[in-house]
């Protein structure tokens, strides 16, 4: 009874916490235009954090492994729909295309080079993902390095005007774009068969397979599924004109998604969702307005916030404690 | 006794082939043989880390870099003698090592993967914040630089010297306690471990082993300590090494050490990947490999061969 109290306790806290950020950034938006500038931006960026930070979550949760080859495999699908651009597909049709390539692509991975070391040790699986970062890194610096070029804007150049405060339309296109297929996914597993068999297999992977799910496969599924989250986090980096498209763009977002994912609790979807918007907004907010920070400090802020809250929170935001039994 | 001749024995081949080395080679080789003997030392500490301890970490480059910067400050600023300092990168490393692992010791498996991986990248960085002290991205020279020679002869030494103080702290109480902690944590904490305490102590020692890498890593480059060198990149290549190396055998550090030390410099010679990117596609395809098909890295392989020597 005591221990119920203490967990509900902890998620008061956190809701109030996120409630007074929320409102925080409300009244600050409604003050000032530039805040509300600062605030679109970082909901913008941090949606394709917390898409990336999701695809990190889907994996962790079913095999506990970090796949740290996620950012690169996000950057070879976003050089992938290039390549289809410059083929003379249009932008939506290159995007689809390329998010169905996404898909195999992970399957494909986790079939061959993952399931033969996933059983052996967290060490063995994590040292494989290093090996996939460096061969992708490695291919797309091969034939696509040393150039520059563009990915069209998805959402082309121009801003609202919203009574004085000037409102990106790209930022605001992120925002739709990834929540579309955050809604996708979640429907994915809360309403198919496909999606409780994938829960089962993630949770309790011994039983389910006693039901008759084939856990080897939903485990491909699930690396598939993560690809194509992060293609959208990638190709949504890229609607963004700020960004340029170069072999390493993803590598910060990894990063801030690594924190996403850790604020949020690697075990929690919607946390790494949240965690990623609120890295992103706190991120642009102080970068917007302590001039003394400059946008190279940014990663060592965000793992500032990675450990402070693992220090606070071992399980993140909005995980839950795991309690092992003997 | 008899059990230890054959160990005895690889050590004295080891310890021959590295005295008639420089002797044979060029120039260029000593000095890619004294890269492997830095490698030596970070992969050795690395491994009491994930291989005895079984505690992962995708940061121990930042040891590196705080035990290069170390040495190259002390030399710039006070002539320290280069071996002197080295004492100081293996004191200094071991102290944050420390209390960085008091905190970490809270976290396991990925969540400790993240909270290192975020050493890595923030250490480098910090050299542009202290730009004053540290140089930022132009780095700092220290007031010496040394021939390849003596670079390979202090490399080895200190492997000489670590590995001894390695096995020593491995094969009594503490060693024991830290497999215990590696099989199981829950285990070791009801048979009395205090895992918090053993869990830092390893972060520390192989903290101070990386430390000494680091500042052999600088003089090895010039004596010039830049924050580049220290990417995550060098992190990632410390982690390959200790699982290639496998468990607990001189050999395998040994191939770890080789592995990450020498397969970027030959793989450039080969002729149909001759660019750089060819170069990390074949090194990247190699580690995917190498756990593939082998499980126990290469202490795992000796030991397989051996048992089909005896049967």
């Given at each position: 009874?005591?221990?119920?109290?203490?967990?509900?306790?902890?998620?008061?806290?956190?809701?109030?916490?996120?409630?007074?950020?929320?409102?925080?950034?409300?009244?600050?938006?409604?003050?000032?235009?530039?805040?509300?500038?600062?605030?679109?931006?970082?909901?913008?960026?941090?949606?394709?954090?917390?898409?990336?930070?999701?695809?990190?979550?889907?994996?962790?949760?079913?095999?506990?492994?970090?796949?740290?080859?996620?950012?690169?495999?996000?950057?070879?699908?976003?050089?992938?729909?290039?390549q289809f651009t410059k083929w003379g597909l249009s932008y939506w049709e290159a995007f689809s295309v390329t998010l169905a390539i996404a898909f195999v692509l992970g399957t494909v991975l986790q079939v061959t080079v993952i399931r033969p070391v996933q059983h052996?040790?967290?060490?063995?699986?994590?040292?494989?993902?290093?090996?996939?970062?460096?061969?992708?890194?490695?291919?797309?610096?091969?034939?696509?390095?040393?150039?520059?070029?563009?990915?069209?804007?998805?959402?082309?150049?121009?801003?609202?005007?919203?009574?004085?405060v000037f409102i990106e339309k790209y930022y605001v296109g992120m925002v739709v774009v990834v929540l579309v297929s955050l809604t996708a996914v979640w429907a994915l597993f809360r309403f198919t068969k496909l999606g409780l068999a994938m829960r089962a297999a993630a949770l309790r992977p011994a039983a389910a397979s006693l039901a008759g799910v084939r856990v080897d496969v939903m485990l491909a599924i699930g690396w598939g599924l993560a690809a194509v989250l992060g293609a959208v986090a990638g190709l949504m980096t890229q609607a963004s004109p700020?960004?340029?498209?170069?072999?390493?763009?993803?590598?910060p977002v990894l990063v801030y998604a690594f924190a996403a994912a850790a604020l949020g609790g690697l075990e929690s979807p919607a946390g790494a969702v949240v965690g990623g918007v609120a890295i992103g907004t706190f991120l642009t907010l102080l970068v917007g307005y302590v001039p003394q920070i400059s946008s190279d400090l940014q990663l060592p802020l965000a793992f500032a916030v990675i450990l402070v809250v693992l220090l606070i929170k071992p399980s993140g935001l909005l995980g839950r404690r795991q309690v092992e039994r003997v | 006794m008899r059990g230890r001749l054959p160990a005895l024995g690889s050590l004295a081949v080891v310890a021959v082939v590295l005295a008639v080395l420089p002797f044979v080679l060029s120039d260029y080789n000593t000095y890619l043989a004294a890269e492997v003997g830095i490698f030596f030392v970070a992969v050795l500490g690395l491994n009491i880390l994930t291989g005895y301890t079984g505690q992962i970490?995708?940061?121990?480059?930042?040891?590196?870099?705080?035990?290069?910067?170390?040495?190259?400050?002390?030399?710039?600023?006070?002539?320290?003698?280069?071996?002197?300092?080295?004492?100081?990168?293996?004191?200094?490393?071991?102290?944050?090592?420390?209390?960085?692992?008091?905190?970490?010791?809270?976290?396991?498996g990925a969540y400790l993967a993240l909270a290192t991986f975020?050493?890595?990248?923030?250490?480098?960085?910090?050299?542009?914040?202290?730009?004053?002290?540290?140089?930022?991205?132009?780095?700092?020279?220290?007031?010496?630089?040394?021939?390849?020679?003596?670079?390979?002869?202090?490399?080895?030494?200190?492997?000489a010297v670590l590995f001894l103080l390695a096995w020593l702290i491995l094969r009594g109480r503490v060693g024991r306690a830290f497999r215990a902690v590696r099989d199981s944590e829950i285990?070791?904490?009801?048979?009395?471990?205090?895992?918090?305490?053993?869990?830092?102590?390893?972060f520390g020692i192989s903290a101070a082993f990386c430390g000494v890498a680091g500042a052999l890593y600088v003089m090895a480059s010039n004596g010039f300590a830049q924050p580049?060198?220290?990417?995550?990149?060098?992190?990632?290549?410390?982690?390959?090494?200790?699982?290639?190396?496998?468990?607990?055998?001189?050999?395998?550090?040994?191939?770890?050490?080789?592995?990450?030390?020498?397969?970027?410099?030959?793989?450039?010679?080969?002729?149909?990947?001759?660019?750089?990117?060819?170069?990390?596609?074949?090194?990247g395809l190699l580690v995917i490999l190498v756990m593939l098909v082998l499980p126990g890295g290469f202490a795992g392989l000796l030991a397989r061969v051996r048992s089909l020597v005896r049967t």
């Open positions: 009874m005591e221990r119920l109290k203490a967990a509900d306790l902890g998620q008061i806290v956190t809701g109030a916490f996120l409630l007074a950020g929320a409102i925080f950034l409300l009244v600050g938006c409604l003050e000032s235009s530039n805040f509300a500038t600062y605030t679109v931006q970082g909901v913008g960026v941090g949606m394709t954090y917390g898409s990336l930070a999701l695809a990190l979550v889907l994996i962790y949760q079913a095999t506990h492994v970090i796949n740290f080859a996620q950012g690169e495999l996000a950057m070879l699908t976003t050089f992938i729909a290039y052996r040790s967290v060490i063995a699986t994590v040292i494989v993902t290093v090996g996939l970062f460096l061969v992708i890194d490695g291919v797309v610096n091969w034939i696509w390095g040393g150039q520059f070029q563009t990915l069209p804007l998805a959402f082309g150049f121009s801003s609202w005007d919203v009574g004085g700020l960004s340029s498209l170069d072999p390493a763009f993803m590598q | 970490s995708i940061g121990h480059g930042a040891f590196m870099a705080i035990g290069g910067y170390t040495t190259a400050v002390m030399s710039r600023d006070h002539h320290t003698n280069l071996i002197v300092t080295m004492l100081l990168a293996f004191a200094f490393c071991f102290v944050v090592g420390l209390l960085f692992g008091l905190p970490a010791l809270r976290l396991s975020a050493l890595a990248i923030s250490v480098p960085l910090l050299t542009d914040q202290w730009s004053t002290y540290l140089g930022g991205t132009s780095g700092v020279q220290s007031s010496e630089t040394k021939s390849n020679l003596w670079i390979y002869g202090a490399a080895w030494t200190a492997s285990a070791a904490t009801a048979s009395g471990v205090e895992i918090g305490i053993y869990k830092t102590l390893a580049d060198e220290f990417s995550v990149l060098l992190s990632l290549q410390l982690l390959i090494g200790a699982a290639v190396a496998g468990l607990g055998s001189l050999w395998g550090v040994l191939a770890g050490a080789a592995f990450v030390g020498l397969l970027p410099n030959i793989s450039t010679s080969v002729p149909v990947v001759g660019n750089d990117h060819g170069r990390d596609v074949v090194y």
